[in-house]
């Protein structure tokens, strides 16, 4: 019971503090700025093609712009699944920065964590964003 108390906790805390009334405002600098772009958080029923129940997900995205210095942008993934996997209760979580380089090109670096993978991975790519 404790624990379903402090995740319904957690979730309130990541929604209301995802609403606009408590997203961060716009920081501009020389060196340093900061302009969040969306925070989301999805609430899913997962079901598979043969219409059987595949448990639940909550997903929260965030992606904000920032400069230091330069401009980046960090990307924060994650989804938390009850009952759709053989784990009763498994992650995935994944952060990225990416580096605009010219017009539709940037270069981007992500880190995974998942329940699934006995240790977290490393992926570095291109970019094109349309």
Do not use: C
Request: proline share 5%; net charge negative.
């Amino acid at each position: 019971m404790k624990k379903h108390l402090w995740l319904l906790v957690k979730i309130f805390l990541i929604v209301e503090l995802s609403t606009p009334a408590f997203s961060l405002p716009p920081i501009e600098g020389e060196v340093f700025s900061l302009y969040p772009i969306t925070n989301e958080v999805s609430f899913y029923q997962n079901v598979d093609d043969a219409g059987t129940n595949r448990g639940q997900t909550i997903q929260i995205i965030s992606v904000n712009s920032f400069k230091l210095l330069t401009d980046f942008t960090f990307e924060f993934t994650a989804d938390f699944n009850w009952s759709m996997s053989e784990l009763d209760k498994d992650n995935y979580i994944e952060m990225s920065v990416v580096k605009p380089i010219y017009n539709i090109v940037s270069v981007n670096y992500q880190r995974i964590y998942a329940t699934y993978e006995s240790e977290p991975i490393n992926q570095f790519g291109i970019r094109l964003s349309f």
